[in-house]
């Protein structure tokens, strides 16, 4: 199982910062996760995803890093660092980091004496240009709010390349000192016990940035470097790309061509993601039926993170102009929902209108789908945002535990917390937290628990081969049918994207199925006989696991 553990992993997105403060300051630590690491194991996920948890100005949320070698001091210290992994180990919760070399920040002691010593031995650290670039407005990652992909400074008389902001310079990959320094960074967090690496903007981190080019090559043989090496440190090491590229520049980011995953065992499935947008806001499985049928067969050993939402804004640059404005109508009608012109900064549950039952299907959907799911810190309460923040920060709040001040992330007065609680009466911590819907079975958190804990019992999801099934011309448009076959059996899945019921006909695909999960409420399930497939009924925003007869 060593080799494939990510294939049945329930990832678990976090910012320590933001998760649980332990001492009063208003900022989440090391100490906080740890005492709420009961609550994860509980939840049924097996990996914790941590956004940065380095030093820094903290001017883009922890991706501007100062220091690759050590903790943010309000987080704590490493001692607490391995503590954490400890205690986590104990539970069987692996941990992955953000991995941020793609640049860093411009208070790096590096990028310091590179800017103001013309002689610095950290110049070649860095992607310069003697003469203003002419692609100096283009490549921006943050259009609306980034100026400029080079800036000049002035003491060394040089331009120099940023795909982010000009406080966040980028590293010249193509100089071997830099390529050497990233294997050391990973050797030493693995070191440590971490189990992988979620590799930030993978696709600038190889690309080899030229001063009058808007964009340049990519050098893809350095993931194969990365690989090779953390595998002789680590032979079960992750890393996963986040990678929105083209499906054609998809495989060269997992392989050499060998038919393995050689280079990066993971990307996120950022097409999936737009079409499941798309499909939710029109209520029409369409775009998700389309996306399953084209996805790229991978390598061996590959693997998709599925997402409905993460740390960043809901990404629909993939989609046509009409499929978005059709997303944005949907679910972000209002400007201050929008950003960067290609996303919405908002979490789910607000754009689903906190309809529970929608929630639960879109979820079943996600974790459904090939691959292995991600799922963001406070979705599985169904928490909200607040649009007062400036861009991504709206949907970085402190994790809601309990009702009352502080929310029981921290005893700090409100002014003290290192983000604002979320101030909308129907998503805030006293209508959305932790400590009452764990008294209530019937709640979003109980219901997520008992899906999750069904996901691991079906190993097929994460390991077989997923396949659209035909319910024929006559189906609702709103019902999407998939199954995933391995060694072990076969299950389908059925979810209705529209609020009206639906009855299919599962006939072709065998005499009896058994009722693994569902949104609940079937009456046509025998316990002994399983269900007949002949005319299968689903719900309004419906959804049901079918193990067929024979299989498993």
């Known amino acids: 199982m060593a080799d494939r553990w990510y294939r049945n992993a ?12 332990s001492d009063g300051d208003g900022t989440g630590n090391f100490a906080g996760l740890t005492a709420r690491l009961d609550h994860l194991a509980r939840l049924g996920v097996t990996t914790l995803w941590f956004n940065p948890i380095h030093p820094s100005p903290g001017r883009d949320g922890g991706y501007d890093v100062t220091d690759f070698y050590g903790v943010d001091p309000a987080l704590g210290t490493l001692g607490d660092f391995a503590e954490l992994l400890d205690e986590a180990g104990e539970r069987g919760l692996r941990v992955m980091l953000d991995l941020v070399v793609n640049h860093t920040s411009s208070a790096h002691p590096w990028f310091r004496s590179a800017s103001t010593d013309p002689g610095s031995p950290w110049r070649d650290f860095y992607v310069w240009s003697d003469h203003e670039p002419a692609a100096r407005t283009e490549g921006m990652v943050f259009p609306g709010v980034q100026q400029e992909t080079w800036t000049y400074a002035p003491v060394v008389d040089r331009w120099y390349h940023h795909r982010f902001f000009d406080f966040e310079p980028d590293l010249n990959i193509e100089n071997p000192a830099v390529r050497e320094e990233i294997h ?12 992988g690496f979620r590799i930030d903007a993978a696709p600038f981190v190889i690309e080899l940035s030229r001063p009058d080019e808007g964009q340049g090559e990519h050098d893809y043989g350095f993931f194969t470097e990365l690989r090779q090496r953390l595998s002789w440190r680590q032979g079960d090491a992750l890393l996963l790309a986040e990678a929105n590229v083209p499906q054609q520049e998809q495989q060269r980011f997992f392989s050499t061509g060998s038919g393995v995953a050689d280079r990066l065992q993971m990307l996120f ?9 798309l499909a939710l806001a029109r209520e029409d499985a369409t775009p998700v039926r389309a996306s399953l049928a084209t996805v790229p067969r991978l390598p061996e050993h590959g693997q998709w993170a599925t997402f409905l939402r993460n740390h960043d804004e809901v990404d629909l640059s993939t989609l046509q102009p009409s499929e978005r404005a059709d997303v944005f109508a949907a679910f972000g009608p209002r400007p201050e ?12 549950a607000p754009m689903l209108g906190g309809d529970v039952r929608r929630l639960q299907m879109a979820y079943s959907l996600q974790f459904t789908m090939p691959g292995t799911p991600v799922l963001r810190y406070g979705d ?8 007062d923040l400036p861009q991504r920060e709206a949907i970085r709040t402190p994790m809601q535990w309990a009702p009352g001040p502080g929310a029981g992330f921290s005893t700090a007065p409100e002014d003290r917390l290192v983000r604002p609680l979320v101030q909308d009466e129907a998503f805030g911590p006293d209508n959305v937290n932790v400590a009452v819907q764990r008294q209530d079975p019937h709640s979003l958190l109980s219901w997520f628990e008992r899906m999750i804990h069904t996901l691991r019992e079906c190993e097929e999801i994460g390991t077989g081969d997923h396949a659209v099934v035909d319910v024929g011309d006559d189906a609702p448009a709103g019902v999407l049918a998939h199954r995933a076959d391995a060694a072990g059996g076969s299950l389908v899945f059925l979810h209705n994207l529209a609020d009206r019921p639906a009855v299919l006909d599962l006939g072709a695909l065998g005499a009896r199925a058994t009722q693994v999960f569902s949104d609940g409420g079937y009456d046509d399930t025998d316990a002994v006989g399983g269900l007949g497939l002949e005319r299968v009924d689903l719900h309004g925003y419906g959804f049901r696991w079918l193990r067929l007869a024979g299989s498993g």
């Open 380 to 387: 599985e309460i169904g928490m909200g945002e607040d649009l």
């Open 10 to 21: 329930v990832m678990y997105s976090l910012d320590v910062h933001t998760f649980q403060d």
């Open 337 to 348: 929902h929008q950003l960067y012109g290609r996303g919405i900064r908002r979490r789910l």
């Open 269 to 277: 499935a950022f097409e999936l993601n737009a079409a499941t947008m």
């Open 184 to 195: 050391r960074i990973v050797g030493f967090w693995s070191r440590l016990g971490v189990s």
